[in-house]
C-alpha cells in the first residue's frame, strides 16, 4: 500500500494514474473533473469522486424541498 499525498500518515489504494498519486478516503476526489483523462473509465477516485457529488446534490436537492 501507498500513502495518502495529503495524510502522509495514511496507507491507501485508491490511485490517480494520471498524476502518479494516492489518495485516502478523506481527500479522494478527481483533480481535473472538466479535462479529459484516458484513466476515467476504469478510475475508482473517479468513481468515489462521482459518488459523493451525487450523494452531495441529492442532499441539498432534499433541503430545498423542505
Not at 495524510?7 to 496507507?11: A, G, I, Q, V, Y
Not at 469522486?49 to 452531495?56: A, Y
Given at each position: 500500500m501507498e500513502k495518502c499525498i495529503n495524510?502522509?500518515?495514511?496507507?491507501t489504494s485508491f490511485s490517480c494514474m494520471k498524476h502518479s498519486i494516492y489518495m485516502c478516503e478523506e481527500c479522494v476526489r478527481c483533480?481535473?473533473?472538466?479535462?479529459?483523462?484516458?484513466?476515467?473509465?476504469a478510475c475508482p477516485i473517479w468513481h468515489v469522486?462521482?459518488?459523493?457529488?451525487?450523494?452531495?446534490r441529492s442532499l441539498r436537492d432534499d433541503n430545498r424541498a423542505v
Open positions: 495524510h502522509p500518515d495514511r496507507e483533480r481535473d473533473p472538466e479535462i479529459y483523462c484516458k484513466f476515467r473509465s469522486f462521482k459518488e459523493k457529488r451525487r450523494e452531495e
